[in-house]
T-cell receptor, first 114, second 113 residues
Framework: DTGVSQDPRHKITKRGQNVTFRCDPISEHNRLYWYRQTLGQGPEFLTYFQNEAQLEKSRLLSDRFSAERPKGSFSTLEIQRTEQGDSAMYLC????????????FGNGTRLTVT | AQTVTQSQPEMSVQEAETVTLSCTYDTSESDYYLFWYKQPPSRQMILVIRQEAYKQQNATENRFSVNFQKAAKSFSLKISDSQLGDAAMYFCASQSGTYKYIFGTGTRLKVLA
C-alpha cells in the first residue's frame, strides 16, 4: 500500500491556460474521488468514479472541468481556460467497495492561477 | 441532499485536557455513515473515527470518542488527554446513498502547552 499519489504537488498557471492533474489511487481501490478545497473550507465534492465509470459529477462543476479514469486505474482532472477562482487545492481520494469504506487522501495539487 | 455543519471555526484546549468538537448533519437517507477526519498543517487528511448510523453504541478509538445523537442529527467528537500532535483541522463528514462524502467547513483545533 503506497498510498494515493498526486502529481504535480504545485501548479502555477496563467489565466486562460489549461491544466491537467493526475491521481494514482491505492491499487486495489475501485472508487476514486476528486475534491476541491479552498483556504479555511472543507473539501468540496467534484466527482467520483467506480472503476472507469464516472458515477456522479457536482452541479457546481462547470463545463471547463473534465475528469477521466481510463481502465479504472489512475485518473486525470483537466481544467480548461483557467480562471482565478479556480485557485485551490485539488484533492484526490480513493476507497474500496463493499460496506463502508474510508477515504484515503493524497497530498493534493495546489493550483494557483495568476 | 446531504449537509454537514460545523459551527466552531476554532477551538483551543490545554494539553492533557478534554475538548469536544461539534457537528450536525442532515440527510434523507436511512442508512448512512459519519466520520471525523483530521488534516494536520500541510499534511494529508486522515480518518480519525467513524460511526454507522444503525449502531446505537458510540464509537471509540483510543483517546477519541463520539457522541452520536441520531434524533438530533448530532455527531460530536471528544478528544481526551489532548496532545500537541492533535493540533489540526478537523472535518466532520457524512456518506450515504451514492457513496459521496460531504464534508463540513472544519474546526481548527489548537493545543496549548
Amino acid at each position: 500500500d503506497t498510498g494515493v499519489s498526486q502529481d504535480p504537488r504545485h501548479k502555477i498557471t496563467k489565466r486562460g491556460q489549461n491544466v491537467t492533474f493526475r491521481c494514482d489511487p491505492i491499487s486495489e481501490h475501485n472508487r476514486l474521488y476528486w475534491y476541491r478545497q479552498t483556504l479555511g473550507q472543507g473539501p468540496e465534492f467534484l466527482t467520483y468514479f467506480q472503476n472507469e465509470a464516472q458515477l456522479e459529477k457536482s452541479r457546481l462543476l462547470s463545463d471547463r472541468f473534465s475528469a477521466e479514469r481510463p481502465k479504472g486505474s489512475f485518473s486525470t482532472l483537466e481544467i480548461q481556460r483557467t480562471e482565478q477562482g479556480d485557485s485551490a487545492m485539488y484533492l484526490c481520494a480513493s476507497s474500496s467497495t463493499g460496506g463502508w469504506s474510508p477515504l484515503h487522501f493524497g497530498n493534493g495539487t495546489r493550483l494557483t492561477v495568476t | 441532499a446531504q449537509t454537514v455543519t460545523q459551527s466552531q471555526p476554532e477551538m483551543s484546549v490545554q494539553e492533557a485536557e478534554t475538548v469536544t468538537l461539534s457537528c450536525t448533519y442532515d440527510t434523507s437517507e436511512s442508512d448512512y455513515y459519519l466520520f471525523w477526519y483530521k488534516q494536520p498543517p500541510s499534511r494529508q487528511m486522515i480518518l480519525v473515527i467513524r460511526q454507522e448510523a444503525y449502531k446505537q453504541q458510540n464509537a471509540t478509538e483510543n483517546r477519541f470518542s463520539v457522541n452520536f445523537q441520531k434524533a438530533a442529527k448530532s455527531f460530536s467528537l471528544k478528544i481526551s488527554d489532548s496532545q500537541l500532535g492533535d493540533a489540526a483541522m478537523y472535518f466532520c463528514a457524512s456518506q450515504s446513498g451514492t457513496y459521496k462524502y460531504i464534508f463540513g467547513t472544519g474546526t481548527r483545533l489548537k493545543v496549548l502547552a
